[in-house]
Nanobody
Framework: QVQLVESGGGLVQPGESLRLSCAAS????????VGWYRQAPGQQRELVAT???????NYAGSMKGRFTISRDNTKNAVYLQMNSLKPEDTAVYYC???????????????WGQGTQVTVSS
């Protein structure tokens, strides 16, 4: 059974940082492209960042320069380092994976349950 589990969310003040983790079980992450997505209340889910199986990365415009996606295949995990957080980054963050070299803005075959990130003073 495939499971993706996100962790690392929380409440932070504007300008602070968080590191989200997405841990996979039941699959070998090294063959999967993985994406981070987020959904704020009343809004559609949107792409945050993706990383291919070959470690190429892509970011949504507003996240460039502030967020960094990375992967550690030895730990079957993908991370999202978020710096200089803003109130508008408040959302539930999800990871998704697909058994392909790349993943689209629609996400993949597997999804985690999400982790809440709240940025507020």
């Amino acid at each position: 059974q495939v499971q993706l589990v996100e962790s690392g969310g929380g409440l932070v003040q504007p300008g602070e940082s968080l590191r989200l983790s997405c841990a996979a079980s039941g699959i070998s992450f090294r063959f999967y492209a993985v994406g981070w997505y987020r959904q704020a209340p009343g809004q559609q889910r949107e792409l945050v960042a993706t990383i291919t199986s070959g470690r190429s990365t892509n970011y949504a415009g507003s996240m460039k320069g502030r967020f960094t996606i990375s992967r550690d295949n030895t730990k079957n995990a993908v991370y999202l380092q978020m710096n200089s957080l803003k109130p508008e980054d408040t959302a539930v963050y999800y990871c998704s994976a697909t058994n392909s070299p790349s993943i689209t803005r629609m996400g993949g075959d597997y999804w985690g349950q999400g982790t809440q990130v709240t940025v507020s003073s």
